[in-house]
């Protein structure tokens, strides 16, 4: 394992993101770092957790013991400096343990914290108030919460640390801090959810969705942004939001839409990145899935079965590879069933066949 996959690991262990097999590669790099290797791991947990709040615990007696004696006797050419105390254990003699011991109570306490962004390497890093900012002003949220709402679940509702309040739909995952105290609120959003966010006075709002952010003071909306969608909408339902993409900015007003477009990769489009667009929307249409509906407005046939897939947790099989067809507007009511919805669809997608066998549905024509 090289420092830069070491590096990667604690970006990863943070996460919740890792194997067996990576855990005990790194441990056994760990055993064999040197001073400078050990402080740039140091460095970027720092980056990640400057200042160490977690709870103090015994540490692990087979490992971290092995490890503090080995920085101790590493850092013996380094400068004393006063011990520091967490709560009445002694933790440090010296800064190179100070950091590299903060690293070992992460690991041992099995902590899990999340970074948005991959780690930048060799920049400078400074504290946000829960959050980090690295080289020139790029900021990496650091999330310690997830809620998950897996395919065929319905909806789950949420309420965050600021009193704001989150629906998710179904297959969609949120990521956000215990508490908020820096100087924005951040959440991540992988699939849909309904907001109701609280008013905080020069404390906005902000949704990190794939390449593509919305800031908000205090409003209701909606966002689709799932990862196998080729774009994402943000629906303003009243207040205000922006929403940035690849520095391209819209304000919404209450009864519009951003799209964000993301072209294929390899083609040519994608040389210039996302693509953004404002539209007039009929609102209701987009919280359709808050009332038990699954809305497919000028959706195609990949479009709809890639809802049902969601909604129902099915596999989708295409038995003749994945076909061009028009586009429809209608849509099924989930308490319907599956069954009578693929009824439904095989009328709307004229020639089209739609055959259930338990999580799998076989499209024929």
Known sequence: MSLQEAKQFVAQFVGGDYTPEEYAAFLQWLRGADLEELNAIADEHEALHEVWSLPVTEPSPEWVAMLEGKLDELGKEEVETPVRHIGDRRVIRRRVWVAAASVVVLLSAG?????????VDESLVSSNNGSVVKGQGSVVPV??????????????ELTLGDGSKVWLNSASTLKYPAVFT?????VELSGEAFFEVGKSAGKPFKVLIKDAE????GTHFDIMAYENEPVSKTTLIDGA???ESDAKQLALKPGEQAIVH??????????????IELKQVDANAALSWRKGYIDLNDADLQTAMRALKRYYNVDIQYAQGVPETH??????????????NLEILEGFFEGFHFKSNGKIVTVTR
């Open 143 to 156: 999330f310690s919460q997830t809620a998950e709402n897996p395919a065929g679940s319905g909806q789950k």
């Open 182 to 186: 820096g100087s924005e609120r951040v």
């Open 214 to 217: 919305v800031k908000v003071l």
């Open 241 to 243: 939001v922006q929403v």
């Open 111 to 119: 902590a899990i914290l999340y970074t948005q962004r991959p780690l």
């Open 262 to 275: 993301y072209p294929a990769a390899g083609s040519v489009a994608n040389v210039q990145g996302p693509q």
């Open 327 to 340: 586009r429809i507007t209608g849509g099924l009511i989930l308490q319907d069933g599956l069954q009578h």
